[in-house]
Protein backbone atom coordinates (compact mmCIF):
# COMPACT_ATOMS: atom_id res chain seq x y z
CA UNK A 1 0.00 0.00 0.00
CA UNK A 2 1.62 3.22 -0.97
CA UNK A 3 1.88 5.35 2.04
CA UNK A 4 -0.83 8.45 2.25
CA UNK A 5 0.19 11.37 0.50
CA UNK A 6 -1.40 14.43 0.51
CA UNK A 7 -5.25 13.87 -0.48
CA UNK A 8 -6.45 15.90 -3.71
CA UNK A 9 -8.39 18.88 -3.59
CA UNK A 10 -11.36 19.93 -5.89
CA UNK A 11 -9.61 21.49 -9.01
CA UNK A 12 -11.66 23.37 -11.88
CA UNK A 13 -12.87 20.25 -14.13
CA UNK A 14 -14.29 19.25 -10.72
CA UNK A 15 -16.63 21.92 -10.20
CA UNK A 16 -17.61 22.23 -13.87
CA UNK A 17 -19.18 18.77 -13.66
CA UNK A 18 -20.71 19.55 -11.06
CA UNK A 19 -22.23 22.51 -12.50
CA UNK A 20 -23.39 20.59 -15.47
CA UNK A 21 -25.06 17.89 -13.74
CA UNK A 22 -27.13 20.79 -11.89
CA UNK A 23 -27.80 22.67 -15.30
CA UNK A 24 -28.86 19.12 -17.21
CA UNK A 25 -31.08 18.63 -14.38
CA UNK A 26 -32.72 22.56 -14.69
CA UNK A 27 -32.77 22.07 -18.88
CA UNK A 28 -35.49 19.06 -18.07
CA UNK A 29 -37.54 21.26 -15.74
CA UNK A 30 -37.50 23.90 -19.00
CA UNK A 31 -38.49 21.23 -21.85
CA UNK A 32 -41.30 19.52 -19.93
CA UNK A 33 -42.79 23.19 -18.99
CA UNK A 34 -42.78 24.04 -22.93
CA UNK A 35 -42.99 20.63 -24.02
CA UNK A 36 -46.29 19.96 -22.17
CA UNK A 37 -47.53 23.28 -23.83
CA UNK A 38 -47.82 24.08 -20.11
CA UNK A 39 -49.32 21.61 -17.62
CA UNK A 40 -53.21 22.49 -18.49
CA UNK A 41 -54.57 20.57 -14.79
CA UNK A 42 -53.39 20.35 -11.42
CA UNK A 43 -53.93 16.81 -12.48
CA UNK A 44 -51.15 16.71 -15.41
CA UNK A 45 -48.36 18.87 -12.90
CA UNK A 46 -48.96 16.44 -9.90
CA UNK A 47 -49.67 13.25 -11.61
CA UNK A 48 -47.71 13.19 -15.25
CA UNK A 49 -51.20 12.91 -16.63
CA UNK A 50 -50.68 8.95 -15.85
CA UNK A 51 -49.47 8.51 -19.10
CA UNK A 52 -46.14 7.49 -17.78
CA UNK A 53 -44.47 3.99 -18.95
CA UNK A 54 -42.54 1.73 -16.59
CA UNK A 55 -38.53 2.43 -17.05
CA UNK A 56 -38.47 5.76 -16.06
CA UNK A 57 -40.73 5.31 -13.52
CA UNK A 58 -38.77 2.33 -12.08
CA UNK A 59 -35.57 4.38 -12.40
CA UNK A 60 -37.29 7.46 -10.73
CA UNK A 61 -38.48 5.32 -7.46
CA UNK A 62 -35.00 3.70 -7.29
CA UNK A 63 -33.69 7.26 -7.42
CA UNK A 64 -36.14 9.24 -5.06
CA UNK A 65 -35.40 5.93 -2.79
CA UNK A 66 -31.58 6.61 -2.54
CA UNK A 67 -30.74 10.16 -1.02
CA UNK A 68 -27.07 11.27 -0.34
CA UNK A 69 -27.43 9.52 2.91
CA UNK A 70 -27.16 6.32 1.10
CA UNK A 71 -24.34 7.36 -1.23
CA UNK A 72 -22.40 8.29 1.64
CA UNK A 73 -23.77 6.48 4.37
CA UNK A 74 -23.89 2.50 3.45
CA UNK A 75 -20.37 2.50 2.22
CA UNK A 76 -19.45 3.71 6.06
CA UNK A 77 -22.06 0.78 7.37
CA UNK A 78 -20.26 -1.43 5.57
CA UNK A 79 -16.39 -0.24 6.18
CA UNK A 80 -17.60 -0.22 10.05
CA UNK A 81 -20.33 -2.99 10.85
CA UNK A 82 -19.71 -5.35 7.79
CA UNK A 83 -20.99 -6.29 4.77
CA UNK A 84 -24.20 -8.10 6.70
CA UNK A 85 -26.07 -4.91 5.26
CA UNK A 86 -26.36 -6.61 2.06
CA UNK A 87 -29.17 -9.03 3.30
CA UNK A 88 -31.02 -5.79 2.88
CA UNK A 89 -31.07 -7.66 -0.46
CA UNK A 90 -33.85 -9.85 0.77
CA UNK A 91 -35.40 -6.98 2.32
CA UNK A 92 -35.96 -5.03 -0.76
CA UNK A 93 -37.40 -8.14 -2.52
CA UNK A 94 -39.82 -8.66 0.16
CA UNK A 95 -41.15 -4.95 0.40
CA UNK A 96 -41.41 -4.33 -3.66
CA UNK A 97 -43.50 -7.56 -3.92
CA UNK A 98 -45.57 -6.21 -0.45
CA UNK A 99 -46.05 -2.97 -2.46
CA UNK A 100 -46.93 -4.67 -5.78
CA UNK A 101 -48.97 -6.91 -4.36
CA UNK A 102 -51.20 -5.46 -1.51
CA UNK A 103 -51.56 -1.47 -1.52
CA UNK A 104 -50.45 -0.74 -5.64
CA UNK A 105 -53.75 -2.31 -6.90
CA UNK A 106 -55.95 -0.32 -4.10
CA UNK A 107 -54.64 2.53 -4.79
CA UNK A 108 -54.21 1.99 -8.63
CA UNK A 109 -57.96 0.82 -9.15
CA UNK A 110 -59.36 3.69 -6.99
CA UNK A 111 -57.55 6.04 -9.23
CA UNK A 112 -56.64 8.75 -6.57
CA UNK A 113 -53.71 11.65 -6.27
CA UNK A 114 -53.05 11.55 -2.79
CA UNK A 115 -52.68 8.49 -0.64
CA UNK A 116 -54.24 10.23 2.03
CA UNK A 117 -57.56 10.32 -0.40
CA UNK A 118 -58.19 6.56 0.78
CA UNK A 119 -57.76 7.19 3.98
CA UNK A 120 -60.74 9.59 3.76
CA UNK A 121 -62.90 7.32 1.36
CA UNK A 122 -62.21 4.38 3.82
CA UNK A 123 -62.37 5.79 6.80
CA UNK A 124 -63.49 9.50 7.08
CA UNK A 125 -62.07 13.13 6.69
CA UNK A 126 -61.00 13.43 10.22
CA UNK A 127 -58.57 10.44 9.55
CA UNK A 128 -57.72 11.32 6.53
CA UNK A 129 -56.22 14.90 7.94
CA UNK A 130 -54.44 13.31 10.72
CA UNK A 131 -52.25 11.32 7.60
CA UNK A 132 -51.59 14.69 6.18
CA UNK A 133 -50.33 16.84 8.71
CA UNK A 134 -47.98 13.88 9.89
CA UNK A 135 -46.87 13.29 6.42
CA UNK A 136 -46.30 16.77 5.39
CA UNK A 137 -44.40 17.44 9.36
CA UNK A 138 -42.38 14.25 8.43
CA UNK A 139 -41.60 15.24 4.76
CA UNK A 140 -40.20 18.50 6.00
CA UNK A 141 -37.65 17.34 8.71
CA UNK A 142 -36.43 14.85 6.54
CA UNK A 143 -36.08 16.96 3.49
CA UNK A 144 -34.16 19.41 5.07
CA UNK A 145 -31.66 17.25 6.86
CA UNK A 146 -31.29 15.40 3.62
CA UNK A 147 -29.98 18.55 1.85
CA UNK A 148 -27.62 19.37 4.54
CA UNK A 149 -26.35 16.30 5.99
CA UNK A 150 -24.08 15.45 2.87
CA UNK A 151 -23.34 19.00 1.66
CA UNK A 152 -21.69 19.53 5.51
CA UNK A 153 -19.84 16.07 4.88
CA UNK A 154 -18.59 17.14 1.43
CA UNK A 155 -17.71 20.35 2.44
CA UNK A 156 -15.39 19.22 5.27
CA UNK A 157 -13.22 16.90 2.93
CA UNK A 158 -13.78 18.87 -0.39
CA UNK A 159 -13.97 22.33 0.74
CA UNK A 160 -17.26 22.46 -1.44
CA UNK A 161 -19.03 26.00 -0.21
CA UNK A 162 -21.45 24.46 2.59
CA UNK A 163 -24.04 26.93 1.98
CA UNK A 164 -23.66 27.87 -1.78
CA UNK A 165 -24.27 23.93 -2.19
CA UNK A 166 -27.24 23.90 0.19
CA UNK A 167 -28.72 26.61 -1.61
CA UNK A 168 -27.99 25.58 -5.31
CA UNK A 169 -29.37 22.19 -5.34
CA UNK A 170 -32.45 23.43 -3.30
CA UNK A 171 -33.29 26.30 -6.06
CA UNK A 172 -32.28 24.25 -8.65
CA UNK A 173 -34.89 21.05 -7.18
CA UNK A 174 -37.20 24.08 -6.81
CA UNK A 175 -36.95 25.21 -9.58
CA UNK A 176 -37.37 22.07 -12.23
CA UNK A 177 -40.64 21.00 -9.96
CA UNK A 178 -42.83 24.47 -10.30
CA UNK A 179 -41.55 24.13 -13.95
CA UNK A 180 -42.14 20.94 -14.95
CA UNK A 181 -44.38 19.33 -12.53
CA UNK A 182 -44.03 15.35 -12.22
CA UNK A 183 -42.81 14.51 -15.62
CA UNK A 184 -40.29 16.73 -15.17
CA UNK A 185 -39.01 15.18 -11.49
CA UNK A 186 -39.39 11.64 -12.93
CA UNK A 187 -37.03 12.31 -16.09
CA UNK A 188 -34.02 14.41 -13.71
CA UNK A 189 -34.54 11.40 -11.66
CA UNK A 190 -33.70 8.89 -14.40
CA UNK A 191 -30.71 11.05 -15.64
CA UNK A 192 -29.36 11.35 -11.85
CA UNK A 193 -29.66 7.35 -11.73
CA UNK A 194 -27.32 7.12 -14.60
CA UNK A 195 -24.90 9.69 -12.93
CA UNK A 196 -25.01 7.74 -9.58
CA UNK A 197 -23.91 4.36 -10.77
CA UNK A 198 -21.36 6.31 -13.09
CA UNK A 199 -20.13 7.72 -9.63
CA UNK A 200 -19.62 4.47 -8.01
CA UNK A 201 -18.19 2.65 -11.05
CA UNK A 202 -15.36 5.15 -11.18
CA UNK A 203 -14.40 5.13 -7.62
CA UNK A 204 -14.76 1.28 -7.74
CA UNK A 205 -12.70 0.51 -10.92
CA UNK A 206 -10.07 2.71 -9.63
CA UNK A 207 -10.10 1.45 -6.16
CA UNK A 208 -9.77 -2.65 -7.84
CA UNK A 209 -7.11 -1.08 -9.96
CA UNK A 210 -5.47 0.56 -6.72
CA UNK A 211 -5.70 -2.52 -4.92
CA UNK A 212 -4.43 -4.41 -7.24
CA UNK A 213 -7.88 -6.67 -8.31
CA UNK A 214 -11.38 -7.62 -6.42
CA UNK A 215 -9.58 -10.64 -4.76
CA UNK A 216 -7.57 -8.81 -2.59
CA UNK A 217 -10.27 -6.29 -2.03
CA UNK A 218 -11.94 -9.57 -0.84
CA UNK A 219 -9.05 -11.24 1.14
CA UNK A 220 -8.55 -7.87 3.05
CA UNK A 221 -12.19 -7.62 3.99
CA UNK A 222 -12.74 -11.23 4.81
CA UNK A 223 -9.10 -10.77 7.02
CA UNK A 224 -10.98 -8.33 8.53
CA UNK A 225 -13.90 -10.04 9.62
CA UNK A 226 -16.04 -7.30 7.29
CA UNK A 227 -18.14 -10.69 4.96
CA UNK A 228 -20.42 -11.71 8.05
CA UNK A 229 -23.13 -12.11 6.20
CA UNK A 230 -24.57 -14.96 8.59
CA UNK A 231 -25.64 -14.06 11.87
CA UNK A 232 -29.05 -15.58 12.85
CA UNK A 233 -29.19 -14.94 16.45
CA UNK A 234 -33.00 -13.78 16.93
CA UNK A 235 -32.14 -11.21 19.90
CA UNK A 236 -34.05 -8.60 18.59
CA UNK A 237 -32.00 -5.88 20.37
CA UNK A 238 -28.62 -6.92 18.02
CA UNK A 239 -28.65 -3.67 15.55
CA UNK A 240 -28.36 -5.95 12.50
CA UNK A 241 -28.79 -9.84 12.16
CA UNK A 242 -30.38 -11.63 9.66
CA UNK A 243 -33.62 -11.37 11.65
CA UNK A 244 -33.75 -7.27 12.50
CA UNK A 245 -32.95 -6.55 8.26
CA UNK A 246 -35.49 -9.13 7.12
CA UNK A 247 -37.94 -8.61 9.29
CA UNK A 248 -38.02 -4.91 10.89
CA UNK A 249 -36.12 -3.78 7.35
CA UNK A 250 -39.17 -4.93 5.30
CA UNK A 251 -41.57 -2.95 7.81
CA UNK A 252 -38.78 0.32 7.58
CA UNK A 253 -38.82 0.02 4.06
CA UNK A 254 -42.72 -0.82 3.26
CA UNK A 255 -43.91 2.42 4.98
CA UNK A 256 -42.03 3.82 2.02
CA UNK A 257 -42.37 2.05 -0.54
CA UNK A 258 -46.13 0.93 0.17
CA UNK A 259 -47.89 4.21 1.09
CA UNK A 260 -45.93 7.20 1.31
CA UNK A 261 -46.79 9.73 -1.24
CA UNK A 262 -43.72 10.38 -2.50
CA UNK A 263 -43.27 6.92 -4.25
CA UNK A 264 -46.81 6.06 -4.46
CA UNK A 265 -47.21 9.24 -6.77
CA UNK A 266 -45.45 7.75 -8.74
CA UNK A 267 -45.98 4.14 -9.52
CA UNK A 268 -49.76 5.42 -9.94
CA UNK A 269 -48.71 7.91 -12.74
CA UNK A 270 -48.24 5.11 -14.82
CA UNK A 271 -50.59 4.20 -18.29
CA UNK A 272 -51.76 0.96 -17.01
CA UNK A 273 -51.73 -1.21 -13.45
CA UNK A 274 -49.17 -3.41 -15.74
CA UNK A 275 -46.87 -1.21 -16.21
CA UNK A 276 -47.08 0.01 -12.40
CA UNK A 277 -46.21 -3.21 -11.42
CA UNK A 278 -43.74 -3.42 -13.55
CA UNK A 279 -41.63 0.13 -12.79
CA UNK A 280 -41.88 -1.60 -8.96
CA UNK A 281 -40.33 -4.86 -9.97
CA UNK A 282 -37.79 -3.27 -12.72
CA UNK A 283 -36.82 -0.72 -10.14
CA UNK A 284 -36.20 -3.76 -7.59
CA UNK A 285 -33.35 -4.80 -9.75
CA UNK A 286 -31.88 -1.08 -9.86
CA UNK A 287 -32.21 -1.09 -5.94
CA UNK A 288 -30.04 -4.51 -5.76
CA UNK A 289 -27.07 -2.72 -8.37
CA UNK A 290 -26.81 -0.12 -6.07
CA UNK A 291 -26.61 -1.91 -3.39
CA UNK A 292 -24.03 -3.84 -4.76
CA UNK A 293 -22.04 -0.67 -5.59
CA UNK A 294 -22.56 0.54 -2.71
CA UNK A 295 -21.23 -2.57 -0.52
CA UNK A 296 -18.43 -2.68 -2.75
CA UNK A 297 -17.43 0.52 -2.05
CA UNK A 298 -17.39 -0.17 1.79
CA UNK A 299 -15.02 -3.06 1.35
CA UNK A 300 -13.12 -1.17 -1.01
CA UNK A 301 -12.74 1.37 1.74
CA UNK A 302 -12.11 -1.15 4.12
CA UNK A 303 -9.32 -2.46 2.22
CA UNK A 304 -7.60 1.11 1.41
CA UNK A 305 -7.65 2.20 4.91
CA UNK A 306 -7.36 -1.18 6.73
CA UNK A 307 -4.31 -0.26 8.60
CA UNK A 308 -4.61 3.08 8.67
CA UNK A 309 -8.54 4.70 9.38
CA UNK A 310 -9.24 7.83 8.86
CA UNK A 311 -11.95 8.22 11.19
CA UNK A 312 -9.66 7.10 14.05
CA UNK A 313 -6.45 9.25 13.40
CA UNK A 314 -8.58 12.10 13.00
CA UNK A 315 -8.29 12.88 8.87
CA UNK A 316 -11.97 13.27 8.98
CA UNK A 317 -14.61 13.70 11.67
CA UNK A 318 -17.72 11.76 11.02
CA UNK A 319 -18.11 8.18 9.09
CA UNK A 320 -20.09 10.51 6.49
CA UNK A 321 -16.92 11.65 5.48
CA UNK A 322 -15.19 8.23 4.34
CA UNK A 323 -16.18 8.08 0.83
CA UNK A 324 -15.74 11.34 -0.26
CA UNK A 325 -11.92 10.89 1.40
CA UNK A 326 -11.44 7.93 -0.48
CA UNK A 327 -12.83 9.48 -3.91
CA UNK A 328 -10.36 12.35 -3.23
CA UNK A 329 -7.60 10.02 -2.18
CA UNK A 330 -7.83 7.61 -5.15
CA UNK A 331 -9.40 9.90 -8.30
CA UNK A 332 -7.14 12.43 -7.60
CA UNK A 333 -4.81 11.95 -10.87
CA UNK A 334 -7.49 12.14 -13.02
CA UNK A 335 -9.84 15.60 -13.05
CA UNK A 336 -13.42 15.76 -12.77
CA UNK A 337 -13.63 12.22 -11.54
CA UNK A 338 -14.13 13.45 -8.14
CA UNK A 339 -16.70 16.06 -9.40
CA UNK A 340 -18.45 12.84 -10.64
CA UNK A 341 -18.81 11.51 -7.11
CA UNK A 342 -19.53 14.78 -5.37
CA UNK A 343 -22.03 15.20 -8.44
CA UNK A 344 -23.32 11.73 -7.76
CA UNK A 345 -23.38 12.44 -3.92
CA UNK A 346 -25.85 15.07 -4.83
CA UNK A 347 -28.09 13.51 -7.31
CA UNK A 348 -29.09 11.52 -4.65
CA UNK A 349 -30.52 14.96 -2.79
CA UNK A 350 -31.89 16.14 -6.11
CA UNK A 351 -34.16 12.92 -6.68
CA UNK A 352 -35.36 12.76 -3.14
CA UNK A 353 -35.50 16.29 -2.45
CA UNK A 354 -37.56 16.94 -5.89
CA UNK A 355 -40.12 13.92 -4.77
CA UNK A 356 -40.79 15.25 -1.28
CA UNK A 357 -41.44 18.77 -2.95
CA UNK A 358 -43.76 17.25 -5.20
CA UNK A 359 -45.44 15.01 -3.03
CA UNK A 360 -45.94 17.33 -0.70
CA UNK A 361 -47.68 20.11 -2.98
CA UNK A 362 -49.98 17.07 -4.14
CA UNK A 363 -50.98 16.28 -0.87
CA UNK A 364 -51.50 20.24 -0.16
CA UNK A 365 -53.56 20.69 -3.12
CA UNK A 366 -55.76 16.88 -2.96
CA UNK A 367 -56.24 17.10 0.88
CA UNK A 368 -56.14 20.63 2.29
CA UNK A 369 -57.15 22.77 -1.11
CA UNK A 370 -59.91 20.99 -2.95
CA UNK A 371 -61.91 19.58 -0.21
CA UNK A 372 -62.19 23.74 1.28
CA UNK A 373 -62.63 25.29 -2.15
CA UNK A 374 -65.02 23.44 -4.48
CA UNK A 375 -65.49 26.23 -7.21
CA UNK A 376 -62.06 26.40 -8.03
CA UNK A 377 -61.30 25.87 -11.74
CA UNK A 378 -58.61 23.46 -12.88
CA UNK A 379 -56.55 26.05 -14.46
CA UNK A 380 -56.43 27.28 -11.05
CA UNK A 381 -55.75 24.71 -9.05
CA UNK A 382 -52.74 23.99 -11.50
CA UNK A 383 -51.12 27.36 -10.43
CA UNK A 384 -52.05 26.38 -6.80
CA UNK A 385 -49.69 23.69 -7.34
CA UNK A 386 -46.89 25.51 -8.98
CA UNK A 387 -47.21 27.96 -6.17
CA UNK A 388 -47.03 25.07 -3.48
CA UNK A 389 -43.86 23.64 -4.83
CA UNK A 390 -42.09 26.93 -5.15
CA UNK A 391 -43.37 27.21 -1.36
CA UNK A 392 -42.41 23.94 0.21
CA UNK A 393 -38.65 24.41 -2.04
CA UNK A 394 -37.98 27.59 0.20
CA UNK A 395 -39.26 25.40 3.69
CA UNK A 396 -36.97 22.92 2.98
CA UNK A 397 -33.92 24.69 2.16
CA UNK A 398 -35.03 26.71 5.52
CA UNK A 399 -34.75 23.02 7.54
CA UNK A 400 -31.85 23.01 5.84
CA UNK A 401 -30.57 25.67 7.69
CA UNK A 402 -31.96 25.01 11.31
CA UNK A 403 -30.11 21.28 10.35
CA UNK A 404 -27.35 23.19 10.52
CA UNK A 405 -27.86 24.75 14.36
CA UNK A 406 -29.38 21.26 15.57
CA UNK A 407 -26.48 18.94 14.61
CA UNK A 408 -27.84 16.61 17.29
CA UNK A 409 -30.68 16.25 15.68
CA UNK A 410 -29.85 14.21 12.18
CA UNK A 411 -30.24 10.88 13.75
CA UNK A 412 -33.53 11.82 15.70
CA UNK A 413 -35.01 13.29 12.72
CA UNK A 414 -34.01 9.75 10.74
CA UNK A 415 -35.64 8.05 13.82
CA UNK A 416 -38.81 10.15 13.40
CA UNK A 417 -38.91 8.45 9.40
CA UNK A 418 -39.55 5.05 10.81
CA UNK A 419 -41.39 6.21 14.12
CA UNK A 420 -43.94 8.03 12.01
CA UNK A 421 -44.01 5.55 9.12
CA UNK A 422 -44.34 2.55 10.99
CA UNK A 423 -47.80 3.85 12.12
CA UNK A 424 -49.23 5.37 9.30
CA UNK A 425 -48.12 2.28 7.84
CA UNK A 426 -50.20 0.04 9.89
CA UNK A 427 -53.15 2.54 9.33
CA UNK A 428 -52.91 1.59 5.80
CA UNK A 429 -52.73 -1.98 6.56
CA UNK A 430 -55.84 -1.66 8.56
CA UNK A 431 -58.02 -0.10 5.75
CA UNK A 432 -56.83 -2.36 3.01
CA UNK A 433 -56.56 -5.78 4.88
CA UNK A 434 -59.38 -5.52 7.85
CA UNK A 435 -62.67 -5.38 6.52
CA UNK A 436 -64.22 -4.15 9.51
CA UNK A 437 -61.92 -1.75 10.79
CA UNK A 438 -63.80 1.63 11.33
CA UNK A 439 -62.63 5.32 11.49
CA UNK A 440 -62.50 5.04 15.59
CA UNK A 441 -60.74 1.91 15.39
CA UNK A 442 -58.16 3.73 12.86
CA UNK A 443 -57.83 7.29 15.14
CA UNK A 444 -57.24 5.51 18.19
CA UNK A 445 -55.05 2.81 16.88
CA UNK A 446 -52.94 5.48 15.08
CA UNK A 447 -52.42 7.58 18.15
CA UNK A 448 -51.62 4.65 20.04
CA UNK A 449 -48.99 3.25 17.69
CA UNK A 450 -47.68 6.90 17.06
CA UNK A 451 -47.09 7.12 21.00
CA UNK A 452 -45.13 3.86 21.50
CA UNK A 453 -43.26 4.44 18.64
CA UNK A 454 -42.23 7.81 19.58
CA UNK A 455 -41.67 6.60 23.21
CA UNK A 456 -38.97 3.78 22.06
CA UNK A 457 -37.50 6.28 19.83
CA UNK A 458 -36.76 8.96 21.66
CA UNK A 459 -35.41 6.67 24.77
CA UNK A 460 -33.46 5.38 22.43
CA UNK A 461 -32.23 8.85 21.07
CA UNK A 462 -31.85 9.80 24.84
CA UNK A 463 -29.75 6.52 26.39
CA UNK A 464 -27.91 5.35 23.24
CA UNK A 465 -27.58 1.52 23.26
CA UNK A 466 -24.18 0.08 24.18
CA UNK A 467 -21.69 -1.23 21.96
CA UNK A 468 -22.49 -5.01 22.35
CA UNK A 469 -25.33 -4.47 20.97
CA UNK A 470 -24.21 -2.08 17.80
CA UNK A 471 -21.24 -4.61 17.37
CA UNK A 472 -18.60 -2.13 15.35
CA UNK A 473 -15.57 -3.85 14.09
CA UNK A 474 -11.96 -2.73 14.66
CA UNK A 475 -10.26 -0.28 13.42
CA UNK A 476 -6.52 -0.47 12.90
CA UNK A 477 -4.44 2.84 12.91
CA UNK A 478 -0.49 1.16 13.26
CA UNK A 479 0.27 2.08 9.60
CA UNK A 480 -0.47 5.79 9.53
CA UNK A 481 2.42 7.67 8.92
CA UNK A 482 3.05 9.62 11.93
CA UNK A 483 5.37 11.90 10.09
CA UNK A 484 2.57 12.90 7.75
CA UNK A 485 0.56 15.95 9.37
CA UNK A 486 -1.54 16.95 6.20
CA UNK A 487 -4.42 19.76 6.39
CA UNK A 488 -6.51 18.24 9.72
CA UNK A 489 -9.93 18.64 9.31
CA UNK A 490 -11.18 18.50 12.62
CA UNK A 491 -13.86 21.02 12.49
CA UNK A 492 -16.52 19.51 14.36
CA UNK A 493 -16.35 17.82 18.18
CA UNK A 494 -16.20 14.13 18.39
CA UNK A 495 -18.97 12.36 19.66
CA UNK A 496 -18.55 8.95 20.60
CA UNK A 497 -20.84 6.53 18.27
CA UNK A 498 -23.86 8.84 18.61
CA UNK A 499 -24.52 12.05 17.13
CA UNK A 500 -27.13 13.19 20.07
CA UNK A 501 -26.01 16.09 22.74
CA UNK A 502 -28.47 15.33 24.91
CA UNK A 503 -27.42 12.20 25.56
CA UNK A 504 -27.82 11.17 29.41
CA UNK A 505 -24.12 10.18 30.69
CA UNK A 506 -22.85 8.17 33.59
CA UNK A 507 -26.62 7.39 34.94
CA UNK A 508 -27.50 3.66 35.92
CA UNK A 509 -28.45 1.58 33.42
CA UNK A 510 -31.75 0.44 34.09
CA UNK A 511 -33.37 -2.41 32.53
CA UNK A 512 -35.82 -0.55 30.73
CA UNK A 513 -32.87 1.21 29.10
CA UNK A 514 -31.13 -2.00 28.77
CA UNK A 515 -34.03 -4.15 26.84
CA UNK A 516 -36.33 -1.09 25.47
CA UNK A 517 -34.42 1.69 24.87
CA UNK A 518 -31.70 -0.61 23.29
CA UNK A 519 -34.15 -2.24 20.54
CA UNK A 520 -32.78 -2.72 16.79
CA UNK A 521 -33.74 0.69 15.19
CA UNK A 522 -35.17 -0.92 12.25
CA UNK A 523 -37.72 -2.26 14.62
CA UNK A 524 -39.34 0.43 15.48
CA UNK A 525 -41.50 1.09 12.33
CA UNK A 526 -42.26 -2.67 13.17
CA UNK A 527 -43.73 -1.79 16.88
CA UNK A 528 -45.37 1.40 15.23
CA UNK A 529 -47.15 -0.73 12.48
CA UNK A 530 -48.03 -3.98 14.57
CA UNK A 531 -49.27 -1.65 18.08
CA UNK A 532 -51.81 0.51 15.56
CA UNK A 533 -53.07 -2.83 13.59
CA UNK A 534 -54.03 -4.61 16.84
CA UNK A 535 -55.40 -1.53 18.84
CA UNK A 536 -57.03 -0.59 15.68
CA UNK A 537 -58.64 -4.01 15.28
CA UNK A 538 -60.09 -4.30 19.11
CA UNK A 539 -61.52 -0.97 18.97
CA UNK A 540 -63.24 -1.53 15.61
CA UNK A 541 -64.50 -5.00 17.31
CA UNK A 542 -65.74 -3.33 20.42
CA UNK A 543 -67.49 0.01 18.34
CA UNK A 544 -69.51 -2.32 16.23
CA UNK A 545 -66.90 -2.58 13.20
CA UNK A 546 -68.39 -5.70 12.27
CA UNK A 547 -71.84 -4.15 11.27
CA UNK A 548 -70.27 -1.32 8.47
CA UNK A 549 -70.33 -2.98 5.38
CA UNK A 550 -68.01 -1.49 3.45
CA UNK A 551 -67.59 -0.82 -0.66
CA UNK A 552 -65.42 -3.38 -1.79
CA UNK A 553 -63.18 -1.28 -3.87
CA UNK A 554 -61.52 -0.33 -0.91
CA UNK A 555 -60.35 -3.36 0.14
CA UNK A 556 -57.36 -5.81 -0.97
CA UNK A 557 -59.62 -8.31 -2.73
CA UNK A 558 -59.23 -12.29 -4.12
CA UNK A 559 -59.82 -10.59 -7.80
CA UNK A 560 -56.83 -7.90 -7.39
CA UNK A 561 -54.44 -11.08 -7.41
CA UNK A 562 -56.01 -13.31 -10.01
CA UNK A 563 -56.18 -10.41 -12.33
CA UNK A 564 -52.12 -10.43 -12.55
CA UNK A 565 -52.56 -14.00 -14.50
CA UNK A 566 -54.69 -11.72 -17.21
CA UNK A 567 -52.40 -11.10 -19.51
CA UNK A 568 -51.76 -14.76 -20.10
CA UNK A 569 -55.49 -15.84 -21.09
CA UNK A 570 -55.85 -12.06 -23.61
CA UNK A 571 -52.43 -12.91 -25.65
CA UNK A 572 -54.58 -13.97 -28.95
CA UNK A 573 -56.38 -11.00 -29.03
CA UNK A 574 -53.12 -8.75 -29.14
CA UNK A 575 -51.51 -10.45 -32.00
CA UNK A 576 -54.35 -9.48 -34.74
CA UNK A 577 -54.12 -5.98 -33.61
CA UNK A 578 -57.56 -4.68 -33.97
CA UNK A 579 -58.47 -1.34 -31.93
CA UNK A 580 -60.38 -2.50 -29.07
CA UNK A 581 -63.54 -0.96 -27.88
CA UNK A 582 -62.74 2.30 -25.62
CA UNK A 583 -64.16 1.40 -22.33
CA UNK A 584 -62.07 -0.28 -20.10
CA UNK A 585 -59.18 2.25 -20.02
CA UNK A 586 -58.78 5.31 -18.18
CA UNK A 587 -61.51 7.55 -20.05
CA UNK A 588 -60.44 10.80 -19.95
CA UNK A 589 -56.81 9.80 -20.48
CA UNK A 590 -56.43 10.78 -24.32
CA UNK A 591 -52.99 9.86 -24.70
CA UNK A 592 -53.85 6.44 -23.88
CA UNK A 593 -53.15 4.32 -27.06
CA UNK A 594 -55.28 1.12 -26.90
CA UNK A 595 -53.31 -0.93 -28.89
CA UNK A 596 -50.34 -0.74 -26.83
CA UNK A 597 -51.09 -2.52 -23.51
CA UNK A 598 -54.87 -3.32 -23.45
CA UNK A 599 -54.57 -6.79 -22.87
CA UNK A 600 -53.56 -5.61 -19.34
CA UNK A 601 -56.03 -3.25 -18.07
CA UNK A 602 -58.88 -5.64 -16.29
CA UNK A 603 -58.48 -3.96 -13.49
CA UNK A 604 -61.72 -2.65 -13.78
CA UNK A 605 -60.47 0.95 -13.11
CA UNK A 606 -63.30 3.78 -12.22
CA UNK A 607 -64.35 5.50 -15.50
CA UNK A 608 -63.27 9.33 -14.90
CA UNK A 609 -61.24 8.37 -12.05
CA UNK A 610 -62.15 11.21 -10.13
CA UNK A 611 -64.61 10.21 -7.33
Known sequence: MVSPRGIGTFVVWDYVVFAGMLLISAAIGIYYAFAGRGQQTSRDFLMGGRRMT????????????????????????????????????????????????????????????????????????????????????????????????????????????????????????????????????????????????????????????????????????????????????PNPLQRHTFWTIVIGGTFTWTSIYGVNQSQVQRYISCKSRFQAKMSLYINLVALWLILTCTVLCGLALYSRYRDCDPWTAKKVSAPDQLMPYLALDILQDYPGLPGLFVACAYSGTLSTVSSSINALAAVTVEDLVKPRFRSLSERSLSWISQGMSVLFGALCIGMAALASLMGALLQAALSIFGMVGGPLLGLFALGILVPFANSIGALVGLLAGFAISLWVGIGAQLYPPLPERTMP?????????????????????????????????????????????????????????????????????????????????????????????DIFKKKKQVLDYKTHPVEDGGTDNPGFNHIELNCTDQSGKINGTRL
Do not use: H
Not at 107 to 126: D, P
Open 54 to 233: AVPVAMSLTASFMSAVTVLGTPSEVYRFGAIFSIFAITYFLVVVLSAEVFLPVFYKLGITSTYEYLGLRFNKYVRLCGTILFIVQTILYTGIVIYAPALALNQVTGFNLWGAVVATGVVCTFYCTMGGLKAVIWTDVFQVGIMVAGFASVIIQAVLTQGGISTILNDAYNGGRLNFWNFN
Open 473 to 565: LSLETYGCNSTYNGTDWMTTTEMPFSTSDFQVYNIERTSLMDNWYSLSYLYFSTVGTLVTLFVGMLISLSTGGRKRNIDRRFLLTKEDFLSNF
